[in-house]
C-alpha cells in the first residue's frame, strides 16, 4: 500500500511537472471527451492502453425471491427514487446503462433485507439469489461477476452457503450488510463465518443498511437516513471490527466497504487517540496488535465519493492500491463514475488503471483487461 507521504509526494510532483493538473497520458482519448463536457466511453484507455473498468458496488433484484415477502413486502424494496425500479435487473438493459457508464463489468450485490426474517424464509431467500447469480455471472461471464447472499442470522447455515458459492457457483465472496439484527459482525457468534471468509479467499462486501436507532433524528428534508445514516453505519461496523480485536483473529479476512468506507477514512487518526483519551471507555481484555489506523490496511474501499478532492483525501488516507471503482448502479448516485478518478489530478496513470479496474481484478482473482 502507498503510505501516506509517498502518495503525497506524488501529488505535489504530479501538479509541479505536469502544470495542467493531469497526468501527459491521460490526455488521450477518455480526456479529451472530458474537456469537451463528455463523459468516458467505452472502450476506456489510459495512456494509450485499454483498461477493463470494473464496478465493484452495483445492485440487482430477482422477483422469484422477493416474491417470498408477499406483495407489499416486495413493493417495501424498491423505495420511490430515481431509477430504483431498475433493480430488478433486465440484461439488455442493463447492459446499456453499463456501456453509458464505461463500465466493461458490474460485480453484482443484493442488499439484505432477510436478516430479521426467520431462518427458513432466510435460506429460501439466499438460495434463489445466489443460484440466479450464478446462472447470470455464467451466461454473462465478460460482463457480470456476483457477491453471494447469506443468511447470516444463522452462521453455521452462512459458512454453509459461503462455501457452495465460492466452490460451485463461481461467485467472487459474499455482500453483506452492517449488523445483522442488532448483534455487530465483531460478536463472536460470527467469527465462523469470517474464518471460513478467510480460508476461501472471499471477499466480504459492507453495505450498510442504515442506523434504525435513530429514526426519530433522521426525520426532516434530505433523505438524512441515507445521506448520512448508511455512511454512518458503515463507520460503526468497520471500527467495531477494529476496535473489537476481529481483524486480529482474521488477519487475512478481504473487506470491502461501500461508499469509500463511510466515515472511517475521512477521520481515521481521531481512533488512535480514544483509548489514551479515556482508558476506562476501553476493554482492558482487548489488546489490539495494531495502532487502529493500521488496520485500514486490510480495508478496501469503494471510489463513490463523488468529487475528485474527496477521492484524493481517500487516497492519501488509505492509498489507491486499495481503492476501486463503484457506482451504486442502479441508484443513480453517479452517473458517471469512471470521470472522478481520470480528473483527480494527483493520480498517476498507473493508479488510474489501477482503481478503475485492476485493483479489484487482483482482489477478486479476474483478468484486468481485454
Request: one cysteine or more.
Amino acid at each position: 500500500m502507498n503510505s501516506r507521504r509517498h502518495f503525497m509526494t506524488k501529488a505535489v510532483g504530479g501538479l509541479i511537472f505536469c502544470g495542467c493538473g493531469l497526468s501527459a497520458g491521460a490526455h488521450g482519448q477518455q480526456a479529451g471527451a472530458r474537456e469537451a463536457g463528455r463523459p468516458a466511453r467505452l472502450p476506456v484507455t489510459v495512456d494509450g492502453r485499454r483498461v477493463k473498468t470494473i464496478d465493484v458496488h452495483s445492485h440487482c433484484l430477482f422477483r422469484e425471491a422477493t416474491d417470498l415477502l408477499g406483495e407489499q413486502g416486495a413493493k417495501a424494496l424498491v423505495p420511490p427514487i430515481n431509477n430504483a425500479s431498475e433493480a430488478y435487473l433486465v440484461i439488455d438493459q442493463r447492459l446499456k446503462a453499463m456501456d453509458g457508464q464505461a463500465i466493461d463489468m458490474e460485480v453484482l450485490s443484493i442488499n439484505p433485507f432477510w436478516y430479521g426474517k426467520d431462518r427458513d424464509l432466510g435460506e429460501k431467500i439466499v438460495t434463489i439469489q445466489n443460484e440466479k447469480l450464478a446462472q447470470l455471472v455464467a451466461s454473462k461471464p465478460d460482463r457480470f461477476a456476483a457477491f453471494a447472499s447469506l443468511t447470516l442470522q444463522d452462521p453455521a447455515l452462512a459458512v454453509t452457503q459461503l462455501e457452495t458459492a465460492m466452490t460451485k457457483q463461481g461467485l467472487k465472496g459474499a455482500a453483506i450488510g452492517d449488523q445483522v439484527a442488532g448483534d455487530e459482525f465483531s460478536n463472536p457468534k460470527f467469527d465462523p463465518v469470517w474464518r471460513k471468509a478467510e480460508e476461501l479467499g472471499a471477499v466480504l462486501f459492507i453495505h450498510p443498511e442504515g442506523v434504525p436507532e435513530l429514526n426519530k433524528r433522521w426525520k426532516g428534508n434530505g433523505w438524512l437516513v441515507n445521506t448520512i445514516g448508511n455512511p454512518l453505519a458503515t463507520t460503526i461496523a468497520l471500527q467495531h471490527l477494529i476496535f473489537d480485536g476481529s481483524l486480529d483473529k482474521f488477519p487475512g479476512l478481504k473487506l470491502l466497504a461501500a461508499h469509500g468506507g463511510g466515515y472511517l477514512a475521512s477521520y481515521a487518526p481521531r481512533s488512535d487517540h480514544a483509548c489514551t483519551v479515556a482508558p476506562t471507555f476501553c476493554n482492558p481484555n482487548i489488546k489490539l496488535k495494531k495502532k487502529p489506523t493500521a488496520y485500514l490496511d486490510q480495508i478496501y474501499f469503494d471510489s463513490l465519493v463523488f468529487t475528485p478532492e474527496a477521492l484524493r483525501h481517500l487516497a492519501a488516507q488509505v492509498g489507491t492500491s486499495q481503492i476501486m471503482l463503484g457506482s451504486d448502479y442502479p441508484y443513480i448516485w453517479e452517473l458517471h463514475p469512471v470521470d472522478p478518478i481520470f480528473e483527480t489530478a494527483s493520480f498517476s496513470d498507473k493508479e488510474r488503471a489501477a482503481i478503475l479496474g485492476g485493483n479489484a481484478a487482483k482482489l477478486l482473482a479476474m483478468k484486468s483487461a481485454t
